[in-house]
């Protein structure tokens, strides 16, 4: 019985460590699950995380009780045609070269590691596109008032302009943004766009003050889609200022080539023309 529950509990827990581990590698960046209150299946990040952590640790101590009673047969696997145990065994060796090749392999960002690194970096970047990318780090967790400093928003107009979009519950000073959306069963990044939307008529003024994390890696278009700014207008004002631009490069490589920074070029897209 007892060997048995635990070939079971491997089982299942293998199951449930695989689902987890795909939706952490393809979840948003921290700060932007946080800043958009992100979720899957009505599990937020720090769920998912949870659930990885807890059910991982419950399939290790499987997997190792799995090997303890299965010690014969892996001692078997250890010996050579002529029944000795010998550690280096062909299989052995197999299963060393394997290991030390994908762990050096993704150490030194070699095919294919690094394309299966890439991939959840590109599935990662996709999401910041979508859901935005919070001003700061932990912006979420920020009370009104301290949120609209930041970003140089007049706080009782901002409070104002919530109000007239129906975001009526809770709307005080020192409540923190998070709070504050979840009263009005919206987001933190609906919060902002809110009051910006009402604020700052022209988009590209309303950027946050500094760039967010993570704002060199988006392309021209994604930057743009993510905080509502037009494509054709932000390549005008790039292009004005001596930048090539085009909407699928990111503001890294756009920087480099003209020999700037992409904090540069972030800059230039905040200046009212």
Known sequence: MFRRTVSL?????FIVLAVTSVVLYIQPHGRVAYWADWSLWGLSKTQWGDIHLTVGTLFLIC?????????KPVMT???NAARELVFFTRP???????TVFVTAGTLLHIPPMQQLMDL????KDRATATYGNPPYGHAELSPLVKFCGYMGFDLEKAMQALKT???TNKVAPETPLLELAEANDTTPQGIYEAIRSALAPDPFAA?????????????????CAAYGLPLDAAVKKLENAGVTASAGTTLKDMAAAAGKSPR?????LRTAE
């Open 165 to 167: 979009k129906g975001f």
């Open 77 to 79: 696997y250890m010996k």
């Open 9 to 13: 509990t491997s089982f299942l827990s």
């Open 120 to 123: 959840g970096t590109w599935f």
């Open 63 to 71: 997997a190792i009780l799995h090997v303890w009673l299965n010690w």
């Open 92 to 98: 052995m060796v197999y299963a060393c070269v394997l």
């Open 207 to 223: 950027l946050p003050p500094a760039p967010p994390e993570g704002t060199g890696k988006m392309t021209l278009a994604d930057l």
């Open 264 to 268: 540069d070029l972030y800059s230039i």
